[in-house]
């Protein structure tokens, strides 16, 4: 099936809107009447509202699941080309990601996992192009310099954090970590500056940059040092964590797995292409109207929504001011991610940062494509912003631009297929994966996480461990579906009748 | 409530049987016939007892959960004294553990965990007691040694294990791994031991004994090194996975919620003091036969025995080949695990070695109670095995051991409280949690995940990542949970007049 989603480039075709997904659900209703009062309706099918339905139902409630899109997945999902995996969004997995793993071994996928870079073979150098020129070295070497600028970047207390966040899933618990969300990573940048090689900071910025998609100072120290926290603390945890394992058949081998259990109950109702408007809570049950203008009815609404569209949606009653404060100054995060094929073997082992100048900065040789071709997955973000379908010259002029000829022989290299999905532009997205400025975390997490009369708001976007990630997803799908669960149970409890 | 399990001693009350518990349950059963029909039985009320049935009862089934103990939590449960929680079994927790971490996140108790240890006043020391004499050193020296000691333990690759055991659940998977099943602890020890000083030495091969509670020989060099990686291959990542993080209400706090929400479905019997005997698959269904002559029927089973026990019931039919090898062989695990109150506050920060010539070898302070008293936890194990009730003054001088006088200007430590359950005499553990000797997991795993006819046999002992742990127990509890609840699916859609 092939989605709306997401755009492939390739010499011979072109520019095409569209790539085949496994995440596209066939047929896309298997609703009839809109008269049901439902259980709960759970807004969005990505890993949190899958999570809350497939969990909803397997708990008796009777679900609907409404999507806008018609793919499951939300921000993780994956296009299949030729049999072939490129990841548009969420991508890499870990065993320390505690909600995620959890479903990777029921599910039984704890085998297929593999890594995402392949170093045996080839060039085996990192690539280091910035204004003051280019360089090559070793991975190890690259390393070495990684580690020792996220050191002197994290080693606020002595401890690199450990001391000033010793429990990640509740960071604000110390007092001492509250200063740290006023702190932009620019803020604590200067504090450091002169501490840090040139080569130190080009590859440390990136990689702030290369987690938050925004701009050096509108991403929260804080939240950099929560992610590092949760990496415990270490840069080779970073990158275990953060960068090395991939599903082999793709994210959406993952998510079909919840929404087919959820359909395996026969208690999930389900209709894609249906993006909605508007969400009255009467206090006996909530009405979700449609932009076609179908309604539909529950005792119980699970909004997955991410923050940076839920503005776009009305709600009676109105919002509560934190909430509405939130939205308002929304998360920053417009990373760019696309994946290229390149012709030329060797770069299986090869890794790159081109900044500050490229609007792409960061790449990784990720896999080898069913024609023998490299497959290359480079990131940018709001830095230097692009829409990489408006003028596809450009995007591959900055995945050129990722390796300089002269260490290949004077030779540029061969683009063979461009992949990527436009997170920025995308109207169910809005960004991508949530990373927050400065002081949003501070003054409005509770905010984000609370219920609105029977409203439940969900999303990794407020998830107190793996926010941002697959496993605030999911962590927040469960939370509402034992949330909701429980309220049901109560009122059927008290109200026999129904 | 007072559980029949553990013992305290105290200088008044002198040696009794049976500890308060938060996990003890009242009513004991909630069954008034033995006439049903259950969807499911599940035997063993630990952690994977109860998360097989919390997540059969959430899924519709009609369960029933029988238990030997008059308590929940098996292998892992809190004696609460006077509101202080002394851990009799499984201790520790971190939200690197998938499957406990998505339950504390799930029941909201993210925020209710502390350290055990706590270095900042007192003592600040680490006492290293050996047949050549004793050391006194700071923490980070402590740190310093057992890290070099570890490291040079686990660099079988150039890369500490993590080449050759490179995705901890799937451990076999590289075959460069295998061989190491094949090899004890002690065979790997021989190989190092020219590059060992005598203090890493003593240390790692304490820290060994203290992870298997069997002897050098009989400790499973592979599955060492499958704790290794789960930890991350550091030293760090043992210490904070391992032996850090405990329930401020004591563990037995947790298996309360999985109880509790099972109840709550409504779908739950239960019946504790109930030991069973004899398992009887007719095809049809399943009939347990207990200790007294009752009999239970189930259209499935979920045995929770742990591997030391299963050979204790009878089987008809009876076990595969396999099974039973694997059970003949059973884990090695005899570890000793002594609370001791100590009227020294001192010593809240102290960490001790007392190797090779005592009951017990390693201890921490682990809190400070509502006396004022430091609070330490011991283990002993298989090497110098006792039986900690036999002769209370042996437990006491074991305590009082892991203390040079010197080191405290002559004086004897004094012991307020003695703590402690023998999971060695224990007949529904014989023995702690799984340690693998070496070649049970190469030749057997597989045997024991295996199901048979309609049991589907589950328990941490053979759980794929967190293996011993209550993680394991969990991810175990979740697995049997989903294949017996698509199994009862299936059986009622193909028989709709049952």
Not at 170 to 176: I, K, V
Not at 237 to 257: E, N, P, Y
Not at 303 to 322: H, I, K, R, W
Request: aromatic share 10%; proline share 4%.
């Amino acid at each position: 099936m092939t989605s709306r989603d997401g755009y492939c480039w390739t010499p011979e075709d072109g520019l095409k809107a569209g790539v085949p997904s496994l995440g596209v659900i066939s047929p896309a209703s298997n609703i009839s009447s809109s008269e049901v009062l439902y259980d709960v309706i759970v807004i969005g099918a990505g890993y949190c509202g899958l999570t809350a339905a497939r969990n909803a139902a397997i708990a008796g409630l009777k679900v609907l699941l409404l999507e806008g899109r018609d793919r499951i997945g939300g921000r993780s999902w994956s296009s299949n080309i030729g049999g072939y995996p490129f990841e548009m969004g969420g991508t890499w997995v870990h065993w320390g990601q505690a909600n995620t793993w959890r479903e990777v071994v029921r599910y039984q996928m704890e085998g297929e996992v593999e890594k995402s870079h392949d170093f045996t073979n080839g060039v085996k150098h990192f690539e280091l192009n910035t204004l003051q020129g280019t360089t090559t070295m070793s991975h190890d070497e690259e390393d070495e310099v990684t580690e020792s600028a996220f050191k002197k970047f994290t080693n606020i207390d002595g401890a690199y954090g450990r001391e000033t966040i010793p429990l990640p899933y509740t960071t604000f618990r110390n007092p001492a970590s509250i200063p740290l969300d006023s702190q932009s990573a620019q803020d604590r940048i200067n504090e450091i500056a002169n501490v840090l090689t040139a080569q130190e900071r080009a590859i440390l910025e990136t990689s702030i940059l290369l987690c938050s998609g925004g701009t050096l100072e509108t991403t929260s120290f804080h939240e950099f040092m929560h992610w590092w926290a949760m990496c415990g603390y270490t840069y080779q945890g970073f990158l275990d964590l953060l960068i090395t394992w991939k599903f082999r058949g793709g994210q959406s081998t993952f998510a079909r797995k919840f929404f087919d259990e959820a359909l395996a109950t026969k208690r999930l109702s389900y209709t894609f292409n249906t993006p909605i408007k508007h969400i009255k809570d009467t206090g006996s049950s909530v009405a979700i109207t449609t932009r076609t203008g179908q309604t539909f009815r529950a005792l119980r609404v699970i909004s997955t929504l991410p923050l940076n569209v839920l503005g776009a949606v009305s709600f009676d009653p109105p919002l509560p001011a934190g909430k509405q404060a939130a939205i308002a100054i929304g998360h920053v995060n417009q990373t760019i991610k696309v994946h290229a094929e390149l012709s030329n073997k060797a770069l299986r082992s090869w890794t790159g940062v081109t900044y500050p100048h490229n609007e792409l900065y960061y790449a990784i040789g990720d896999g080898t494509t069913p024609a023998g071709n490299t497959h290359i997955v480079c990131f940018g973000g709001n830095n230097k912003h692009m829409d990489p379908e408006a003028d596809i010259s450009v995007t591959q002029n900055a995945v050129s631009s990722m390796f300089d000829p002269s260490n290949y022989g004077g030779k540029e290299v061969e683009i063979q297929r461009l992949v990527f999905h436009n997170w920025s532009k995308d109207e169910f997205a809005k960004g991508a994966w949530f990373f927050a400025p400065p002081k949003l975390l501070v003054n409005h997490l509770d905010d984000m996480r609370a219920q609105h009369g029977s409203i439940v708001f969900a999303s990794s976007d407020w998830a107190l461990g793996w926010r941002s990630f697959i496993d605030g997803a999911i962590e927040e799908g469960t939370r509402a579906a034992l949330q909701v669960t429980k309220d049901i149970e109560a009122l059927k409890a008290g109200r026999p009748s129904l």
